[in-house]
Each structure stands twice: as C-alpha cells, then as structure tokens.
C-alpha cells in the first residue's frame, strides 16, 4: 500500500501503460482520476482500479482546465499527476503537415503543460505532490525514419520535466519515464501484426531481445 492515502491523476488511463498504471496504483492503494478521450475503454479501466472517468480530449484545452477541476473534486484535492496520454505515428518530413505537426504539439507536449499548470494550486498544498511524465527513448536518441514530430515533443516533454523539476523543489517532485518500445495500442502498427510483438525483427536491436510490457513500465512509474 505505498500509495494510500494519495490521490492521483492519470492520462491517457484507457490502455496500455496508463492503464497498467491505474492497476497498479489501485493496488498500492491510491484514489484515482482517470482520464482519455476513449469512453467505453475508460469506463472499463475505471470500473477495473475503482477510479473516477473523467473523458476528455487532450487537444481541447477548455475540456482539459475542466477535466482536472473534476478530477480535484471528485478526490478532494490532487497529490500526484501521470501525464501518460500521448500519440505516435510516422510521417516523412515531406509529408508532415502543418495540421500534423500542430496535433503532435498539442497532445504530447502542450496537454501536459496544461495539466500540470492546473493542478498546480492543489500539488502545492499537498506538501509531497509529484508529477510523472512519459515521454520516450525516441526523445533521447531518435533512430528511426518519420518520427520527427514524435522525437521533437517528447524531447520537450523531457526538457519541461526537468525544468518542472528545478522549479518546484522540494515540494514537487517532477521526474520523466523515457520508455522505448513497449506492447501497446499505440504501437501495434509499429509491431507489424506479428502474433508476437517480440517475433518484430527490429526487436533484436534492443538488448533485452523483446519489447517491454505496460506492467514493467508501471512498476517504473510507481
């Protein structure tokens, strides 16, 4: 129970790491919020770790300022933020438009921002508030073709952690997880369809010869 007692406020909980992580919290024994844009997924991910859906879309910065007020009420204050809602995709620099650039901007670095700065007033209070942001190992060494507009927000997203972190000490801590690839939703594209993630033949670059799962992130997380 190395969370009881904490209320924490979790993005993009519907799947893959964030819902491991409300999992996992739920366990440890914190009070959740749970948000995503995806309704029947997040019900399902609520009703699963005990937690309070709150839907939204992390590009609408009004539904955003609302959600985290929702969220505050519904718990009685906020100790803890996981910012793990993001997207992914491959575009060439030749293809990457405007609009998809903005949308990368906007869901991986600018909704993050958001959240934080919201829930600013309850964390200072707390006393031992924390903000945990998942960014990626794409941030730190960008290898792959396409992934400009990826790479650059969440290479932001570790620039404002730690920046968060410097100006918030030592009442909030700030810290960053920079997973790389992990058996997701959001990767199955990626993955190539294979039955086994791990089968994926780019898998055998990474040390560990298989690609992570959204438990062992959460542990990291938690």
Same mark, same amino acid.
């Given at each position: 129970?190395?969370? !009881?007692?904490?209320?924490?406020? *979790?993005?993009? #909980?519907?799947?893959? *790491?964030?819902?491991?992580?409300?999992?996992? @919290?739920?366990?440890?024994?914190?009070?959740?919020?749970?948000? =995503?844009?995806?309704? &029947?997924?997040?019900?399902?991910?609520?009703?699963?770790?005990?937690?309070?859906?709150?839907?939204? &879309?992390?590009? +609408?910065?009004?539904? %955003?300022? !609302? !959600?985290? !007020?929702?969220?505050?009420?519904?718990?009685?204050?906020? &100790?803890?933020?996981?910012?793990?809602?993001?997207?992914?995709?491959?575009?060439?620099? =030749?293809?990457? =438009?405007?609009?998809?650039? &903005?949308? @990368?901007?906007?869901?991986?670095?600018?909704? /993050?921002? %958001?959240?934080?700065?919201?829930?600013? /007033?309850?964390?200072?209070?707390?006393?031992?508030?924390?903000?945990?942001? *998942?960014?990626?190992?794409?941030?730190?060494?960008?290898?792959?073709?396409?992934?400009?507009?990826?790479?650059?927000?969440?290479?932001?997203?570790?620039? @404002?952690?730690?920046?968060?972190? #410097?100006?918030?000490?030592?009442?909030?801590?700030?810290?960053?997880?920079?997973?790389? *690839?992990? =058996?997701?939703?959001?990767?199955?594209?990626?993955?190539?369809?294979?039955?086994?993630?791990? +089968?994926?033949? @780019?898998?055998?670059?990474?040390?560990?010869?298989?690609?992570?799962?959204?438990?062992?992130?959460?542990?990291?997380?938690?």
């Amino acid at each position: 129970m190395k969370l !009881a007692g904490r209320r924490i406020l *979790i993005t993009g #909980a519907a799947s893959g *790491i964030g819902r491991a992580t409300a999992e996992l @919290f739920a366990r440890e024994g914190a009070a959740l919020a749970l948000l =995503d844009r995806s309704d &029947d997924l997040l019900r399902s991910a609520a009703q699963a770790s005990g937690g309070t859906a709150v839907l939204a &879309d992390l590009a +609408d910065e009004a539904q %955003l300022l !609302a !959600a985290v !007020a929702k969220a505050a009420q519904a718990m009685g204050g906020i &100790d803890g933020i996981v910012n793990g809602a993001g997207i992914a995709g491959s575009q060439p620099l =030749d293809a990457l =438009d405007r609009e998809s650039w &903005d949308r @990368f901007v906007a869901i991986n670095l600018t909704a /993050p921002y %958001l959240i934080c700065r919201a829930a600013l /007033p309850h964390l200072q209070v707390t006393g031992n508030a924390t903000i945990v942001n *998942i960014a990626s190992g794409q941030a730190l060494l960008p290898n792959a073709p396409g992934i400009a507009a990826y790479a650059a927000t969440k290479a932001g997203l570790v620039a @404002f952690t730690k920046a968060l972190g #410097a100006e918030l000490a030592p009442r909030i801590r700030a810290n960053v997880v920079a997973p790389g *690839i992990v =058996d997701t939703p959001m990767v199955q594209g990626v993955l190539g369809g294979y039955a086994r993630p791990d +089968d994926a033949p @780019f898998v055998q670059q990474y040390a560990m010869k298989r690609v992570a799962r959204p438990s062992e992130l959460a542990e990291a997380i938690l």
